[in-house]
C-alpha cells in the first residue's frame, strides 16, 4: 500500500469515467485525514461516487460517515456528488 504524501494542489483531476479505486481512495484520504485534513462531506462524496460506480464496499463507508454527519451536511456532499457527475 501506498505510504506517502499526495500532493492536492498538483493532483491531475480523475478522469471523466471516473475509477472506482481511485474514487473509493480519495473517500479513505478525506475520511481518515491522511495527507489532508479530515473532510467528512467529501469523503461521502468520494464513497458515493466510488459506490455508484459499482465499488461495493464504499456503501458500508458511506454509511459510517453518514453517521458522523448532520442531515445538512449528507444534501452538501450530495449536491456536490451530483456536481461531480454532471460536470465529468
Not at 504524501?5 to 473509493?24: K, M
Not at 449528507?74 to 457527475?85: D, K, L, V
Amino acid at each position: 500500500m501506498f505510504q506517502g504524501n499526495f500532493d492536492l494542489d498538483h493532483a491531475t483531476p480523475v478522469e471523466a469515467g471516473g475509477n472506482p479505486d481511485v474514487l473509493f481512495e480519495l473517500g479513505l484520504l478525506y475520511a481518515c485525514g491522511r495527507s489532508v485534513g479530515i473532510d467528512l462531506i467529501t469523503a461521502h462524496k468520494w464513497f458515493n461516487l466510488a459506490a455508484l460506480k459499482g465499488r461495493v464496499d464504499a456503501i458500508a463507508l458511506r454509511r459510517e460517515v453518514a453517521e458522523l454527519m448532520t442531515e445538512a451536511e449528507i444534501a452538501r456532499a450530495q449536491r456536490e456528488a451530483r456536481a461531480w457527475m454532471a460536470a465529468h
